[in-house]
């Protein structure tokens, strides 16, 4: 229920934003243009955010035959989630990450990089690969692939009202209700940040469930815990080529070794993940008591399937 309501608020708010562009561009008749717009967006987005992810990073459908390994951990995590085998995909990229796309569990997507097979042993892949199961298992997919999509589009906005602005197309809406060539700039600044903001309120302690369902997957959570370390090593020296509006479908952040992007980072700080992974409870931060349950009930099942 948590992840609908996340769902709902965050397509209600890109909706709005996209309305608010509609809005400068051409006043009432603009927003109510922008309003179809974004009913198809959202439409589009659910159905095919996954492909165009892929699609985005070159990702390649993988057989058993072609990765006899990655497959089989793939089939023993999701029988151990209770899930059907999602698609295996590898990203041709020598940064180690990985992310799952799909718009529910029946059509999930767990794509790993190049980089992560080459340099992690089996028991860091497993950990990562549980990781992402435990995204589909908690239905965090579509939030990130609508995420991923609907940000993407309002940066291209952004950007095409910067050139009307440029060019003096926003006077002539200004006594219809648009914003004008003010206007249109501000927007063309403002709708960028907005939408990284709003990849940001995507639940951080997401990823600390997922962290703690994925070491119940994998039997023990040092395999993931050590990838984590090694993820956060290589993230530094070898930032993936990746598209800000999406970094938060990874399991670290691409982005990490871009100074300015990495300011507006939608992950928690690595060394609390690891940290919890390990037991030590140090600082809690975005914590609250519904997180803690499951996190509970995920160490729960991880003490099951070690017995």
Do not use: C
Request: proline share 5%.
């Amino acid at each position: 229920m948590g992840n609908q309501i996340r769902t709902t608020i965050l397509l209600a708010v890109m909706t709005a934003l996209i309305l608010w562009i509609g809005l400068l561009f051409g006043g009432q008749q603009g927003m109510i243009i922008a309003l179809f717009l974004a009913a198809g967006m959202n439409f589009f987005s659910y159905w095919y955010s996954d492909k165009i992810v892929l699609k985005m990073y070159r990702a390649q459908a993988i057989t058993p035959q072609q990765a006899p390994e990655i497959y089989e951990m793939v089939q023993e995590l999701s029988r151990r989630a209770g899930l059907p085998m999602p698609k295996v995909f590898v990203i041709p990229e020598q940064a180690p990450n990985a992310f799952a796309t799909g718009r529910n569990p029946e059509h999930a997507v767990v794509a790993v990089t190049e980089g992560l097979i080459n340099i992690m042993h089996r028991e860091e892949v497993m950990g990562v690969l549980a990781h992402e199961m435990a995204h589909v298992k908690n239905r965090d997919i579509l939030i990130g692939s609508i995420a991923a999509t609907m940000a993407g589009a309002i940066m291209i906005l952004a950007n095409m009202a910067r050139w009307f602005a440029i060019f003096g197309g926003g006077s002539r809406d200004d006594n219809e209700g648009g914003g004008g060539i003010i206007g249109l700039i501000a927007m063309s600044i403002l709708a960028p940040f907005a939408a990284i903001i709003i990849q940001m309120a995507i639940s951080r302690s997401r990823e600390y469930l997922a962290d703690a369902t994925g070491a119940g997957f994998a039997g023990h959570p040092e395999g993931l815990a050590r990838a984590l370390e090694k993820l956060g090593q290589y993230s530094k020296r070898l930032p993936m080529n990746a598209n800000p509006s999406t970094a938060h479908m990874f399991i670290v952040n691409p982005l990490s070794g871009r100074s300015m992007v990495s300011l507006f980072s939608t992950h928690p700080p690595l060394e609390q993940r690891i940290a919890r992974l390990r037991g030590h409870r140090t600082a809690k931060p975005e914590s609250d008591s519904e997180t803690e349950r499951q996190q509970d009930r995920a160490k729960a099942m991880w003490d099951r399937l070690s017995k």
